[in-house]
């Protein structure tokens, strides 16, 4: 098992930028595969994003792409999410979440997809 710390998240105004950060401790995120998801107030934990094991295959849902960048440095252990020309509806709270897997290039949408996952780090985008 491997433990995720999501940091970054805080308040910023429309068509502001942030850098969220997952640490991963425990373990080495080579053998994951990882995933963004949010959770905005009254609503169910949605998909944002995911990247493969291996080979940087990435999967972006509609409402993030072209904005929202996933990257991961191995060195550092470290999953990234970065959050270009936010909207207020990308208000929620961000939880990083990971699955270990010998697949190289799957990456996973859902949440059943993946076993572990960090506490979560709150975005708030002020109109």
């Known amino acids: 098992q491997v433990q995720l710390e999501e940091s970054g998240g805080g308040l910023v105004q429309a068509g502001g930028s942030l850098r969220l950060s997952c640490a991963a401790s425990?373990?080495?995120?080579?053998?994951?595969?990882m995933g963004w998801f949010r959770q905005a107030p009254g609503k169910e934990r949605e998909f944002v994003v995911a990247i493969s094991r291996i080979g940087g295959i990435t999967h972006y849902s509609d409402s993030v792409k072209g904005r929202f960048t996933i990257s991961r440095d191995i060195a550092k252990n470290t999953l990234y999410l970065q959050m270009n020309s936010l909207r207020p509806e990308d208000t929620a709270v961000y939880y990083c979440?990971?699955?270990?897997?010998?697949?190289?290039?799957?990456?996973?949408?859902?949440?059943?997809?993946?076993?572990?996952w960090g506490q979560g780090t709150q975005v708030t985008v002020s109109s």
């Open positions: 979440a990971a699955v270990y897997t010998a697949a190289r290039t799957w990456v996973g949408v859902r949440e059943v997809d993946y076993d572990d």
């Open positions: 425990g373990r080495t995120l080579s053998g994951y595969a």
